[in-house]
């Protein structure tokens, strides 16, 4: 069953190949749609599209963290396929810093990527959407901003992506009367590049203690929950956050 066909969607920061951005991209393709992937490296983003199963799949270069460039990625998909249906903010970076180590400087490029890139990208799309009184937008949050850190993600991280969680349910409330959907999803421990060989067998045992179910997340975890916000099986959800996190927070 396509929950996807005849759709248009955007993913952003999806190159990366064990990535959440490439699996969500991967699942919506395989449901019918048509999909584009942003990511900072235009070589990078087009092989991820041509990996893609099905035709017309499209890999861009766009630095989320420029508006100029999310404006004209935007304009130019618009423009070749006539209409976009789906926007997913999954471009994101982490620092593993305690607080009296983040420098300025790991402060701008942790919350640039995460909040400019998702405000950008929604901003760029938005006139799109409301001119179609239609679209579906999905934020990546993370379980660091509901519980205040992890291991990966410093205390900037955390903010940055609390500030997902703001930017998500204000942008939803905003745009409900236009009929554009905006929700959140907030992953646990995911397995990809982000966390692999970053972790000791002692950290480890001591981070899948505290899942319930007793397993790291894989990629395609979040590409259901990210696939159910994408379609229509979601249409009277809009500033909700999905956890994906294996009862983390239970
Ligand atoms: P990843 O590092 O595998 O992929 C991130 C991608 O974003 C890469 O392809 C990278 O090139 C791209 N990117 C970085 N900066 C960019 C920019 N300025 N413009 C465009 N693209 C850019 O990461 P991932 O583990 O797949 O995480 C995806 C998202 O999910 C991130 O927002 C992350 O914070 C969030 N998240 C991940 C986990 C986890 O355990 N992996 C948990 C919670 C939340």
Not at 150 to 168: C, E, N, Q, R
Request: charged fraction near 15%; proline fraction near 4%.
């Amino acid at each position: 069953m396509g929950l996807l066909n005849g759709k248009f969607a955007i993913v952003t920061g999806a190159a990366s190949p064990r990535g959440l951005g490439k699996a969500t991209a991967t699942l919506f393709a395989q449901h019918g749609a048509t999909v584009a992937i942003l990511d900072l490296d235009a070589d990078q983003a087009a092989a991820a599209a041509a990996d893609l199963p099905g035709e017309g799949h499209v890999g861009l270069a766009c630095n989320v963290v420029d508006k100029a460039a999310c404006q004209a990625a935007a304009d130019e998909l618009i423009a070749k396929w006539g209409a976009v249906d789906i926007l997913v903010n999954n471009a994101g970076i982490t620092q593993p810093l305690k607080l009296m180590d983040i420098m300025p400087e790991n402060y701008d490029a942790v919350t640039d990527v995460s909040l400019r890139g998702t405000l950008y990208m929604t901003q760029a799309l938005t006139p799109h959407f409301r001119e179609r009184k239609a679209g579906s937008i999905v934020n990546l949050s993370s379980v660091s901003a509901q519980r205040g850190g992890g291991i990966f993600g410093g205390p900037h991280y955390s903010a940055a992506k609390a500030g997902v969680l703001g930017l998500t349910k204000a942008s939803a409330r905003e745009l409900a009367p236009d009929g554009v959907r905006v929700n959140a999803l907030c992953p646990g421990f995911i397995a990809t590049d982000i966390t692999a060989g970053k972790l000791t067998e002692e950290m480890r045992t001591q981070v899948l203690a505290g899942i319930p179910m007793g397993r790291a997340g894989t990629a395609e975890d979040v590409a259901g929950c990210a696939l159910f916000l994408a379609s229509d099986l979601s249409a009277y959800c809009t500033g909700t956050e999905v956890d994906v996190n294996g009862g983390s927070l239970i």
